[in-house]
């Protein structure tokens, strides 16, 4: 189980302090599959990087099955079972997309393993286990090997961040089935994204909704669809 | 048999991967003398008369077989200037393992200086793979300044792999090719300097007839205060294609400068270069640490893959 309590995050801008997180709070169970959504600039993306390390609170805490993991470093809170896929993957020269499936699997992966998780993002794994992830693969096929690599890892708390963003129509009918594949074989592990899309909403136990650094509403997709679409703000013109 | 010591077999391992003596032709060196020859039906080695250094003569249509070349040096000290001239048959197919270790645990520098000779008839095809790589914890400096060259006749195609990863202190290096009608050459150049190191690269690349086409490609990595000079130039003298591209990471202190340049004396030379130098990017560690990794190893990965 993850907690947040109390956290606050700010930045300064030209002698000006900025908060982007406000004093947050929330809680995701084992088991759950959580939506974040909110307006863009709401602090979404801040607040994944945020639990997975990459930055640091200004205040309050983060607890991971109750241990304070809050100055905790990104390894070694990947070590403790949390996983973040980036909304913008990394390219590497030289490094083979069967090599990162290596890495973020901990062990010697056998190929076809590899090649599994591939077929679960709807690649063909024959045509991609040996290419660089370089610029030569497409953003569509960056983020389906970003997925892959979360697949690879089995942790605890699996984070995304936009898995829809820059990616085409074609490749997002595969995607929601991916992520519907992924709710219905949760078990005690659980997922958190953050998406503006209506139909990976609509299979989240809980979404919260981010606004100002702050979460503004929370509750299922039946209760809070309704308001969102109806809403009139950013999220529901994306929502349509 | 193979007249070499535990250190030589470390060396051996090092530079041409190999755990026992390799099939087909091989000439061993060590510490300037001959330490095992092995010649085929098709691939003869004779020393020079002057003891200067060898010639390896493949008859034409040979394929599928190999020569090893690998050189060591384990005493400190030694300086040496070897020729090796290797003239492939026509339609021939071979791989050539070239390489040279140093071991120097003294005071006194060691330097192998290998100038190789290429002479690749019509239509053949190399492979040439070339390692260098030192060792020891001695004051005496580490020093390779290979020269190679590359005389390539119609329809040919040559491959160079050279790689450079690991404790040589000083190395100068110069590359000349002369390719003719249809003629193919392909260099891939890995390159990692660290401490005080110090290492120049320079090709020259002729594309003298029509149809003839280069790829030189360089990929390294300076790290602490080492230096690296990266010096590739194509000139296109009839219609042909060449590019030329030198990749760089740069860490600690270190220094790369980098100069492709291309010459054009004809209207269809079709030639293009890029140069890149950067550090690793934040992000991709980042990435990789949140695979487990730490930043260390995380490094270690990214510098490996591009070295790859």
Not at chain 1, 8 to 34: H, M, P
Not at chain 1, 98 to 117: H, I, Q, T
Not at chain 2, 76 to 93: C, H, L, W
Request: glycine letters at 8%; one cysteine or more.
């Amino acid at each position: 189980m993850l907690e947040i309590r109390n956290l606050s995050f700010s930045v300064e801008e030209d002698g000006i302090r900025k908060d982007i997180i406000k004093n947050l709070n929330a809680t995701v169970k084992d088991g759950k599959f959580i939506v974040i959504t909110g307006p863009n600039g709401s602090g979404k993306s801040t607040l994944a990087r945020l639990i997975m390390g990459i930055e640091k609170p200004s205040a309050g805490q983060i607890l991971l099955d109750g241990e304070d993991i809050t100055w905790l470093s990104i390894t070694e809170r990947a070590k403790k079972g949390i996983s973040f896929a980036f909304q913008q993957p990394v390219r590497f020269k030289g490094i083979r997309v069967k090599d990162l499936l290596r890495l973020a699997s901990g062990k010697n992966l056998s190929v076809s393993a590899a090649c599994d998780y591939l077929s679960e993002v709807g690649l063909c794994a024959r045509d991609y286990i040996d290419r660089e992830i370089n610029s030569s693969l497409s953003g569509g096929e960056l983020k389906r090997i970003e997925i892959a690599t979360l697949l690879a890892r089995h942790t605890r708390l699996s984070l995304f961040d936009e898995p829809e963003a820059g990616i085409d129509l074609w490749s997002f009918q595969n995607l929601i089935r991916i992520f519907e594949k992924m709710r219905n074989e949760i078990k005690d592990s659980s997922i958190l994204i953050i998406s503006h899309q209506e139909r990976i909403l609509n299979i989240a136990d809980e979404i919260l909704m981010l606004s100002d650094g702050t979460i503004r509403e929370r509750g299922t997709p039946a209760e809070l669809m309704p308001k969102l679409v109806n809403a009139g703000n950013g999220v529901c013109q994306k929502l349509r | 048999m193979l007249k070499l010591d535990a250190i030589q077999k470390r060396l051996i391992e090092e530079i041409a991967d190999l755990h026992s003596v390799p099939e087909g032709a091989y000439n061993f060196r060590a510490n300037s003398e001959l330490a095992g020859r092995n010649t085929t039906a098709n691939i003869d080695i004779v020393s020079k008369e002057d003891g200067s250094g060898i010639d390896i003569r493949i008859k034409p249509g040979t394929r599928k077989e190999s020569v090893h070349i690998p050189v060591v040096l384990s005493q400190s000290g030694i300086k040496e200037t070897v020729y090796n001239d290797f003239y492939v048959g026509e339609d021939s197919d071979v791989v050539i393992v070239a390489g040279c270790g140093i071991d120097n645990c003294g005071t006194q520098d060691s330097e192998h200086d290998g100038i190789h000779r290429f002479y690749i008839g019509k239509n053949a095809r190399v492979r040439y793979v070339e390692k260098h790589y030192g060792s020891g914890d001695g004051r005496g400096q580490r020093i390779l300044n290979p020269v190679t060259e590359v005389y390539m006749e119609e329809g040919s195609s040559m491959e160079m792999e050279m790689e450079q990863i690991k404790g040589v202190d000083s190395t100068d290096r110069r590359t000349i090719a002369e390719l003719k009608g249809d003629a193919k050459l392909v260099v891939k150049e890995r390159l990692m300097t660290h401490g005080s190191q110090n290492a120049v690269s320079d090709y020259q690349v002729n594309l003298n007839g029509a149809g003839a086409t280069a790829d030189v490609v360089s990929r390294s990595v300076a790290r602490d205060v080492s230096s690296q000079t990266f010096n590739a130039r194509i000139t296109g003298n009839a219609p042909c294609s060449g590019h030329t591209e030198c990749d760089s990471i740069i860490m600690d202190s270190g220094h790369i400068l980098a100069i492709p340049s291309l010459e054009a004396n004809h209207v269809d030379a079709m030639l293009v270069h890029e140069a890149a130098i950067g550090k690793i990017a934040g992000d991709q560690l980042v990435k990789l640490m949140t695979l487990g990794l730490t930043e260390q190893q995380a490094e270690e990965q990214i510098i490996n893959g591009f070295l790859q």
